[in-house]
């Protein structure tokens, strides 16, 4: 449970193979991607943290492992772990591209 909201909150991990209009409205949207989550077609696993890290920490073995595998990494890491982010990002030999404010470089 987060202290400052009293909300449970859980991180998963999505793996996306198709995607497709599956409402026929001419559209992609959150109810295509929850038709596609419960096709079977993709998958979608909850995450647990590994005891020093919480579910969805960028620095858990099971992020850290996530992060191997991964082809494109999207995500809103805390501006208080940035440059820790960053240097998880070069030290596992990522390309990315970050989108956000501009003090986050300085």
């Known amino acids: ?31 295509d991607i929850r038709n596609l989550l419960d096709s079977g077609e993709n998958e979608l696993t909850e995450l647990h943290g590994d005891g020093t890290y919480g579910a969805g920490d960028f620095r858990s073995k099971e992020c850290l492992e996530l992060l191997d595998e991964a082809d494109i990494v999207v995500t809103n890491p805390p501006f208080s772990l940035f440059r820790e982010y960053v240097a998880t990002l ?7 591209v970050i989108m956000g404010n501009i003090n986050a470089i300085t």
Request: glycine fraction near 14%.
């Open 1 to 31: 449970m987060d202290e400052n909201t009293g909300r449970h909150r859980r991180a998963y991990k999505a793996v996306v193979n198709v995607f497709r209009d599956t409402t026929g409205d001419g559209g992609l949207d959150m109810d």
């Open 90 to 96: 070069v030290e596992h030999g990522k390309k990315f």
